[in-house]
């Protein structure tokens, strides 16, 4: 296996391609020595997009892009499209399904993946929605149930057909059930003249007592506001207890039949194998310094997602969000960099920008500092950050174009079924032709 | 099933959202009557574009559109997304995946597909490329192929995977074999720094003395210079014996190691069961007159690539391309309004405005009539050809801007591996996150 044939050190290993991993291996390019970017993906994803991608506004192409062609001109990088099972620190050599590799500094930037809280029923029943290939499915489930109901005589059955129910209330959930609500509003009489707009509901459930709690409450408040006009029936204060592919129970009492679950209600860090229990934390998250040095370990560092950078300014360390990865590769990488010269390094700072989230059609939250917006202003200045964030120029002009006729039309986006997913044993379908 | 609730009168069924069945039913738009279009994908696909999408220059979503999408404005006719398994013609009625559909005419517009002429082998280890999904397939066999290359430590191994065949000279495997000649030429050497230019190999493989040997000799001849120019190594007047997924055995004795084999070698028409055996003819296809009604039936009808209309001016019936079956769609559609109305019909005549075939940057060939054209004007022709052919102006402007990107930059295209192929079992990977 050549793997092991870059010898050149120091050798920095970084694990995952997201916005943490990429900022940093950024950061790195002068470095005299030799970085490795492992993903199990070959592309980047724009995660805050997935729920478009999820209700086919825009293409999983348009939010992703691939890893080699963002390093095309970085020399001492190279990209190695493998699945990292495990840690062998006291080796210095981490084993992934095509080879080990061993390293000098090895930074971990995998992100987090869906938490179902250890529930088997939930996870196997419901959609979750942290990847393109997720999103994909979830987009396969939603059309092709809407083609069943479409067939459907039985009324009981075509109404868990048409009930959409989004668990979860933090940003995700909110842009998808509005997502999915102007698609109802605005596109389901078009394409299923048979389906009354009525007959399909959205159902948001949150377990706190405000929606996008990480947020203001002004943006708490208008979020509720605007998707209730928008036709989501909002639940909060309530917890699902169970749902069996057909039945889903809400700790109130109340059941709902319903054949989409959308499970949007948690995260946990992403973490091979390998590590001390004593430095994995809350949330699965390892627990780092504010160098992001993994407690216990003297040259492995943790990242964005699956790092808890736990401090008495940051009890819970910070939040699970795109700029905190980015400053914390970025900041990383000119820690690492002063390490391998032997200079002391500088603790991390978070410089919190703000928060957004849309709703929808000229609609959006804003929190920037002090300041609290929401409305259209709110709606365009979240997509202009969110455009710019884009990687790749095509990529911005291609969502851009998708967005305006989307604007334009009321009825943008070409909502495909490529990948054909199985309803019965909810996984994709193999001979999806 | 709700399928047999469409009672008015007459009812019309096709089957196949192709060039041709959307064509016959748009034709239909103003017939009082009821319409249903059966497809077992929700889209229409634009086939002439499939190898850019396999090559990873264009996206998927862009050569696609929704067939609701494309019918929102006719109230006469209703999309069904089911797969039809046959036909019973004494009963007039088909008898699909959700239920049975009756019907007072039939018109069958499925189109073709690849043609292993009964080699299962083939069929197994070959990769065809006749649809969305499979293209998709393509791509990632090709991307997954190149990242394994690049991690091989044994160089036979490694150059099989660096070898692509392409089986069959007509415009799929000219214009596939141009475009990835073009990716080695262009790109691989950004992507993959460790692969040398010259270490991935295109083959192209034709039974007959010519390329593209329906069209001109000037066609067939510049086609040959240009994939040459490019690098592509072109076996004429030889056929495959053989391929086992390792090794490709040609029946003039060579034998080439190969991971990558592309089958574009023929077709044979889409059948449901069900016809009577004397309809059917050469190339799997059902033989129809010159009102495209399939010989033996009163009211089944077929157009395209699954119908041969045999006649002393086309004794091998028409060639299987887009614009014949439009036109038959078209000439169909009218025809049924007289023959509901009691009026005689017309027989087809096809209008050939030409053929064109791309094989790289500001390469092309083009028969128009007894003009014929080569090099960058071709290619102009061909862009603006395919561009205006294209449904819908989104997907338009979309292919339009990766192509531009992709001209201006050498390097278009996300080339991304979101539907993850096991090489191994040469299907679908499942649990592809």
Redesign the interface.
């Known amino acids: 296996?050549?793997?092991n044939e870059f010898t050149k050190h120091p050798k920095i290993v970084i694990i995952g391609g997201g916005f943490g991993g990429i900022q940093l291996a950024k950061t790195l390019k002068h470095l005299d020595g030799e970085v490795l970017l492992i993903d199990?993906?070959?592309?980047h994803t724009f995660q805050p997009l997935l729920y478009q991608v999820a209700t086919g506004s825009i293409?999983?192409?348009?939010i992703?892009?691939?890893l080699?062609?963002i390093f095309?001109n970085q020399d001492n990088l190279?990209v190695?499209?493998?699945n990292v099972k495990s840690i062998d620190s006291a080796n210095n050599t981490i084993i992934t399904s095509?080879?080990n590799v061993c390293y000098d500094y090895l930074v971990l930037a995998t992100g987090s993946n869906t938490n179902f809280f250890g529930n088997q029923q939930i996870e196997h029943y419901t959609m979750p929605m942290k990847?393109?290939?997720?999103a994909?499915n979830l987009r396969s489930l939603m059309?092709q149930n809407l083609?069943a109901a479409?067939?459907?005589?039985d009324p009981d059955k075509k109404q868990a057909l048409l009930n959409f129910v989004i668990v979860g209330g933090g940003p995700t959930g909110v842009e998808l059930s509005g997502s999915l609500a102007e698609f109802r509003n605005h596109v389901l009489a078009?394409?299923?003249?048979e389906h009354k707009k009525e007959t399909m509901k959205v159902y948001l459930i949150e377990g706190k007592t405000e929606l996008l709690a990480a947020m203001s409450e002004e943006a708490s408040v208008h979020a509720k506001k605007n998707l209730t006009e928008l036709g989501v029936e909002i639940s909060n204060d309530v917890h699902v207890k169970s749902y069996d592919g057909e039945l889903l129970t809400i700790d109130d009492g109340r059941t709902i039949r319903t054949k989409n679950v959308i499970w949007a209600a948690g995260v946990k860090g992403e973490l091979p194998e390998g590590f001390s229990p004593g430095a994995v934390t809350k949330g699965n998250r390892v627990q780092v310094d504010t160098t992001n040095r993994v407690h216990g370990y003297e040259n492995i560092f943790a990242i964005g997602d699956a790092a808890a950078m736990i401090t008495l300014d940051t009890p819970q360390g910070h939040p699970g969000v795109a700029p905190v990865a980015m400053q914390q590769g970025k900041h990383l990488g000119e820690n690492l960099i002063r390490i391998i010269k032997g200079e002391p390094t500088k603790p991390f700072v978070y410089n919190d920008k703000g928060s957004l989230a849309t709703i929808g059609r000229n609609k959006a939250v804003a929190d920037l500092g002090k300041i609290h917006l929401h409305g259209f202003i709110a709606w365009l200045i979240w997509i202009f950050v969110h455009l710019m964030s884009l990687v790749?120029?095509?990529?911005r002009?291609?969502v851009f174009?998708?967005w305006a006729?989307s604007y334009l039309t009321y009825?943008?986006g070409?909502?495909?079924?490529?990948?054909r997913f199985n309803t019965k044993e909810m996984?994709?379908e193999?001979?999806?032709?």
Chains 1, 2 share one sequence.
Do not use: C, W
């Open positions: 296996m050549r793997l199990r993906h070959n592309y293409q999983a192409e348009s992703s892009f691939p080699r062609k095309h190279t190695i499209y493998a095509d080879g990847n393109v290939t997720e994909l059309l083609e479409f067939l459907e005589e078009k394409d299923f003249p790749g120029f095509t990529n002009l291609i174009l998708s006729s009825n943008g070409n909502r495909l079924i490529i990948r996984k994709l193999v001979d999806s032709d």
